[in-house]
């Protein structure tokens, strides 16, 4: 064993020897350990009337499990899913205008958030190349929550916290996640597994599913049950209720008045450790 590894080793005893708390103290206190009490229920953190995942109801004063529902807005998302199916149409931008601004949009409205989502999908200048390649990641969650992070310096207002400039910020983070996630697997692709790497543009007309997959695959080619599959993952994944690891992260930092890019990083730094 080398020096340094020696020396890290003894101030590691240290660090743990002088640094105990008596577990039984948590109990006295009643200190919540994470977001769980001691029966392994969920604290009560805050409210929220965008998403709710519903898994019993109380008859009788008993819980009863019934079959779960997802709510987002009031809406069940099943519904949500069998409307964007009987259409033929991918349903994760609705679901995103929905969850955003608390109301289903009119077809008219959904195509232009639809428009102006994909214009935003490709990053800034430079950004692949300096922020990406140049600084590889093993883990692509890890390279999700630097992207967040380094987009603070090619946000020409960075720092401002009207509402508008948030909602600008969060729909920019939103349209350009998959593009980031695409190319921080590529890069791991080369520099990591010894593989070929393949940078594609993303497509404004494509939806956030089918550009993903264009992004992963080195032909750009994907069928439309894939896409459809992967719109209904993203579906499934876009909110839980307000009360998850990530959720809580965004509101404890963004308590401390913090810009947008540092609560998004951290909450994206949150969920990598599911």
């Known amino acids: 064993m080398d020096t340094e590894s020696l020396f890290i080793g003894r101030l590691s005893v240290l660090a743990e020897r002088n640094d105990p708390i008596d577990t039984s103290l948590y109990e006295k206190y009643d200190v919540k350990r994470g977001l769980r009490n001691a029966n392994g229920t969920g604290v009560l953190v805050g409210l929220t009337s965008i998403g709710d995942v519903v898994g019993y109801e109380v008859k009788d004063g008993k819980k009863i499990a019934i079959p779960g529902k997802l709510l987002y807005r ?16 991918f349903g994760y931008e609705q679901a995103v205008y929905l969850l955003l601004f608390g109301e289903l949009p009119t077809q008219s409205e959904l195509e232009l958030f639809k428009k102006y989502l994909g214009e935003l999908r490709a990053l800034p200048p430079n950004f692949t190349e300096d922020m990406i390649m140049k600084a590889p990641s093993a883990d692509i969650m890890n390279k999700l929550a630097r992207g967040v992070l380094a ?3 090619y946000d020409k207002n960075p720092e401002e916290r009207s509402l508008s400039n948030i909602l600008r910020q ?4 939103i349209s350009r996640f998959g593009t980031l996630t695409a190319y921080g697997y590529q890069a791991k692709r080369r520099y990591y597994d010894g593989k070929s790497m393949y940078i594609h543009n993303p497509l404004p007309e494509l939806s956030t ?10 032909n750009k080619a994907f069928t439309d049950d894939e ?3 992967l719109d209904l993952a993203l579906i499934l994944h876009a909110e839980h209720g307000g009360g998850n690891n990530s959720s809580l992260t965004v509101h404890v930092v963004s308590s401390a008045d913090t810009d947008t890019y ?3 990083g951290a909450a994206v730094g949150s969920l990598k450790g599911y």
Do not use: M, P, T
């Open 74 to 89: 009031g809406y069940n998302v099943a519904d949500l899913i069998s409307d964007a199916e009987a259409h033929n149409q």
């Open 151 to 153: 987009s603070y310096s």
């Open 170 to 173: 969060c729909i920019e983070l």
């Open 209 to 218: 599913a089918e550009n993903f997959l264009r992004l992963i695959r080195n």
């Open 227 to 229: 896409a459809k599959l």
């Open 262 to 264: 540092s609560a998004i």
